[in-house]
């Protein structure tokens, strides 16, 4: 079957990082990431107070704090231009108070994840004028079901009314990563 | 471009229910497209039946009106007096040939062969001149015209079959099997033999009988069968005393008797042109034509009223005993004589009744010579009957297969298929060494000559089988249209194409099969976010085992049709191009 990573699980014997993965869970942030699960639990970048005027804004800044954060975004000025181009084509907020931007781009080497939090809230469109989380995503060209993975388990961890609270309330940045790797762990 | 946001709510709870829904229902019975082919073939087979009762109906009503009473042509010939003899197949002849006259300004001239169109057409049959030749037909008939009318039922079931087809848009290789099943559903229902007509159709016609068309020809053939069955009374068509082999003796008069029917099918073929061609020199009007033919039957019906009609009463008396033999030479005779002016006149209708006929008689006349000469070698002419129907069957219509399956199921008679079986070949190749042509191939050999651009071996390009209009989703289409789209169509891949038509990716529903019960995604998601752009594509003018190269390297049931521009112009279905490689590979037909 051509063209689909492995998408689910790590297959324990196929995947190197991923049998070890299984054996040591207590050393999985030391280790690659092997699922969009993984990444959502360790996002390459958080900003606990985003401050942005609006959507361009707010996507811009993230978009430049990840570019710095990892080598793995190849071309910065084509993710950018990718990136308002799909907000420019459609809504990309997904809950009165979550909005997730993202591009499929060739200048990304992996999928990518930032998370920005601003307790004012941020005008993202005519709809949705209260943002409050942003989730950045940059997946690559060819990792449709990744992409989908990670989308839904935004949505799902989402819905969880008590881990929206606390992710507002959330003092910093380590506290913010605290609460996504517990929650997550549980989740999956 | 404006977005339209989908909130979620009820509708897109209800969209994506509704798609989890069709993809369980895929997955759990997952009917692939063979199946939709059967299920097409069936109905095919359900509208063939249907058809050829009306017809017969039709038929036997309008006999009803020429005689005042409910009985066979043949008997109604014998009750009238002679001037009857003569006005009533002529008056028959004369309003088949109007109905065909008005038909021309109706209906335009263009070909109805149900053959042609399958063997080496695009499945596409007139319908409305088809309608008229049927029309036609029915008079001839109804008239005691010399002439089969198992031609016209086989036409039709073809035609709407074919109009099945076209309303549904189907690309050329599946209308010309639906067509295909349409003619077997046709012979099926005339002679309840859905064996002989899936044969028939496939031996004869595709020149094949590889799975890929003889199963839908089977479905077709069985469910018509069944139509008639349930609907009438049916049974098989000749109902004859139990045949045996007597003794291995008997083998070799049977054998001489392949032979001579071997030798008489061509003969009689023969004879058929040759009327053709002298009803052709006096250069008559159509409707005089027909009303000559009419009333040359009428005049030989006077004194042997058992040639009007196809035949059918005086078989079943052959095969049953109640025939003398010198009685029967002068019956053969004149029949032979009614059926060559029928057919010369141009009198629409078959001529597969009128063979089995003479096979018949000759078995019967054949039997009866030995029997007087050499009793233990030929204990029951009638039984030799059977034999010489299959016999000459084969021998004119090139199909011994064909011809013993048939002959089989309208007699029931199991225990004299070998001597059937040994004469219906021997019968083949002795008509075979004389003359290399066939009742059915002078149609296709006729046809084929006049138009040599239709040629069935020039389908070789991608371009020929593909269906056009595929269904496509722009790339910012939203989730709730691609769900829609999901729904409406029974495709696993919709096509992403830009505001130039220019073919940009694949969404496949296996990607989004696992989310769809998340309503939230769906309100973010839009068509160019979850597009393939991998997705191999075949071109307009790619040969055929290109393309089939491609659906190689994926699962998937259809590929797109992508030009050298980029322009989406089609999709192709691997169904489709298998059908087209195993018509590429039939042999000729004889």
Redesign the interface.
């Known amino acids: 079957?051509?063209?689909r990573t492995g998408a689910n699980k790590p297959n324990p014997i196929k995947n190197n990082s991923g049998g070890c993965a299984l054996v040591l869970p207590a050393l999985r942030v030391a280790w690659p990431v092997n699922s969009p699960s993984d990444l959502l639990a360790h996002p390459d970048v958080v900003v606990p107070e985003l401050v942005a005027e609006n959507a361009a804004d707010a996507i811009a800044t993230l978009h430049a704090r990840l570019s710095h954060a990892t080598s793995d975004v190849t071309d910065p000025g084509g993710f950018l231009a990718a990136l308002r181009e799909?907000a420019r084509?459609?809504?990309?907020?997904?809950?009165p108070d979550v909005a997730?931007p993202?591009a499929?781009t060739d200048a990304v080497k992996r999928l990518v994840l930032a998370l920005g939090r601003s307790t004012a809230g941020i005008p993202f469109d005519a709809?949705h004028q209260q943002v409050r989380l942003v989730f950045l995503i940059g997946p690559p060209?060819?990792q449709?079901?990744e992409?989908?993975q990670i989308?839904?388990a935004i949505?799902?961890l989402?819905?969880n009314g008590a881990l929206r609270t606390a992710m507002l309330a959330a003092g910093d940045e380590d506290e913010l990563r605290a609460l996504l790797t517990r929650t997550i762990k549980v989740a999956v | 471009?404006k977005?339209v946001?989908e909130p979620?709510g009820d509708i897109m709870r209800r969209l994506l229910r509704l798609l989890r829904w069709r993809v369980w229902v895929q997955e759990k019975l997952q009917p692939t497209e063979w199946q939709v082919t059967l299920l097409w073939a069936a109905l095919a087979g359900f509208l063939g039946a249907l058809s050829s009762l009306i017809f017969t109906a039709l038929a036997e009503g309008l006999h009803g009106l020429f005689s005042k009473n409910g009985v066979g042509v043949v008997d109604s010939m014998r009750a009238l007096p002679w001037w009857g003899c003569l006005l009533v197949p002529a008056a028959g002849g004369a309003c088949a040939g109007l109905v065909l006259l008005v038909g021309r300004r109706f209906a335009r001239q263009q070909s109805t062969d149900y053959m042609e169109a399958i063997a080496i057409g695009n499945g596409r049959i007139a319908i409305r001149a088809s309608l008229v030749k049927s029309a036609a037909a029915l008079f001839s008939i109804g008239s005691g015209g010399s002439i089969g009318r198992e031609g016209p039922l086989v036409q039709l079931a073809a035609v709407l079959a074919s109009w099945l087809g076209r309303t549904r848009q189907f690309t050329p290789p599946q209308l010309r099997l639906l067509v295909a099943c349409g003619a077997a559903a046709g012979i099926a229902s005339a002679y309840n033999a859905p064996i002989a007509g899936s044969f028939f159709v496939a031996e004869i016609i595709l020149g094949t009988i590889a799975m890929e068309s003889l199963g839908p020809l089977v479905v077709s053939a069985v469910v018509a069968t069944l139509t008639v069955r349930v609907l009438t009374a049916a049974h098989e068509l000749y109902h004859v005393p139990g045949f045996r082999l007597n003794s291995p003796l008997e083998m070799g008069p049977y054998v001489i008797l392949g032979l001579i029917s071997g030798s008489l099918a061509p003969l009689f073929l023969r004879s058929l042109r040759q009327s053709e061609k002298f009803f052709a020199r006096f250069k008559l009007p159509l409707v005089a034509r027909l009303a000559l033919g009419g009333l040359l039957v009428g005049a030989i019906a006077i004194n042997v009223p058992e040639v009007a009609g196809n035949g059918y009463p005086v078989v079943v008396a052959i095969l049953n005993g109640h025939l003398v033999w010198n009685i029967l030479i002068g019956i053969f005779a004149c029949k032979w004589l009614a059926t060559m002016s029928s057919f010369g006149s141009g009198a629409p209708g078959g001529v597969f009744t009128p063979s089995l006929f003479m096979g018949a008689s000759v078995g019967y006349l054949f039997g009866t010579a030995v029997h007087e000469v050499w009793p233990v070698a030929a204990q029951d002419p009638r039984a030799f009957a059977l034999v010489g129907m299959g016999a000459f069957l084969s021998a004119a219509s090139r199909a011994p297969v064909m011809a013993v399956i048939m002959l089989f199921e309208m007699t029931l008679s199991y225990d004299i298929i070998l001597p059937l079986m040994l004469c219906s070949v021997i019968a083949y190749y002795t008509a075979k060494g004389f003359q290399d042509r066939s009742l059915y191939s002078e149609v296709l050999q006729r046809k084929a000559a006049e138009e040599p651009a239709s040629n069935l071996f020039a389908l070789t390009r991608v371009a020929d089988l593909m269906k056009l209009k595929p269904p496509v989703v722009g790339e910012?289409a939203?989730f709730a249209d691609i769900a829609q789209l999901f729904l409406k169509e029974r495709v696993n891949n919709l096509y992403v194409i830009d505001g130039q038509t220019k073919f940009l990716g694949v969404v496949?529903l296996h990607?989004?099969k696992?989310?769809l019960s998340?309503p939230?995604?769906a309100?973010?998601?839009?068509a160019?976010?979850?597009?393939?752009?991998?997705f191999p594509h075949a071109t307009p003018d790619q040969p055929l085992a290109g393309a089939l190269g491609r659906f190689l390297?994926?699962?998937a049931e259809r590929l797109p049709v992508v030009e050298e521009s980029g322009v989406l112009v089609g999709s192709l279905a691997k169904t489709d191009l298998l059908l087209a490689l195993v018509e590429k590979q039939k042999k000729p037909v004889a």
């Open positions: 079957m051509p063209s799909r084509l459609a809504p990309v907020a997904i809950a997730v993202h499929r709809d060209r060819d449709v079901g992409y989908l989308v839904a949505a799902r989402l819905r | 471009m977005a946001i979620a910012n939203p496949a990607d989004i696992p989310y998340e939230d995604l309100q973010l998601v839009i160019r976010d979850i597009m393939r752009e991998d390297t994926v699962t």
